[in-house]
C-alpha cells in the first residue's frame, strides 16, 4: 500500500478530478470544494474505478453509495439504538444516541436520545429476546424528536387478551 503526505494538493485540470495510482483510482472535488485542515468539501466523491462513482457526499451533506445496486444512492443510517435490560431496574447494556430509558410501566419503555432527531418522521423497531410459545406483540407506541416510547404485550396459548410483561433483553432502532 501506497501512502501520500503533503501539506497541499491541487488539480491541474478543468474539472478538479485529481488521479491517483496507475489504475485510475480519481478523487473529485466538487465546485467550490476544499480540503483542507477543516475538511469542509461541498461535494467530495470518492470512485473505486474511473467509471461512475461508488461513494459520495453530496453537496447537501448526503452520504451515497452504491453497493452493487447499479447506482449512487443517499444512504440512511441507524440514528439511535439500545440493547437493555427491561426488568426489575431498567439498565442500558450497550447504545448509541441513547442517553437513558425511562420505565413507564410494565412492559412499556421510553429510549431518550443523546442528540434529537431533526424531526418525529424517522422509523423505529422494537424487538426482544423472549418465550417463544406465546405470540408476542411489540409496538411502537409514540415518536418525537427526543424519544420513542415502545411497548410488548403477549397472548398465551388459548387466550386472546394481550398480556404486559417485561423481558431481560429488549432491543430498539432508529432509522431516518
Known amino acids: 500500500m501506497s501512502h501520500v503526505k503533503t501539506d497541499k494538493l491541487s488539480a491541474r485540470t478543468a474539472s478538479g478530478t485529481i488521479t491517483l495510482g496507475e489504475s485510475g483510482e480519481t478523487f473529485a472535488l466538487g465546485s467550490g470544494a476544499t480540503v483542507d485542515s477543516g475538511f469542509t468539501p ?19 451533506d448526503n452520504f451515497q453509495f452504491d453497493s452493487g445496486y447499479g447506482s449512487t444512492a443517499t444512504a440512511y443510517g441507524c440514528r439511535a439504538w439500545v440493547n437493555f435490560n427491561g426488568t426489575g431496574t431498567v439498565a442500558i447494556r450497550d447504545s448509541g444516541n441513547v442517553s437513558s430509558i425511562t420505565d413507564l410501566g410494565t412492559a ?69
Open 42 to 60: 461541498v461535494a467530495i466523491s470518492i470512485n473505486a474505478s474511473a467509471s461512475s462513482g461508488a461513494l459520495a457526499i453530496d453537496a447537501s
Open 108 to 176: 412499556d419503555h421510553q429510549v431518550n436520545f443523546a442528540t434529537a432527531m431533526p424531526d418525529a418522521n424517522y422509523a423505529a423497531t422494537v424487538s426482544h429476546v423472549g418465550n417463544t410459545s406465546a405470540n408476542w406483540s411489540e409496538c411502537v407506541r409514540s415518536l418525537t424528536t427526543t424519544s420513542v416510547e415502545v411497548i410488548y404485550k403477549f397472548t398465551s396459548s388459548g387466550s386472546s387478551t394481550l398480556q404486559a410483561d417485561d423481558r431481560n433483553t429488549i432491543c430498539v432502532m432508529v432509522v431516518r
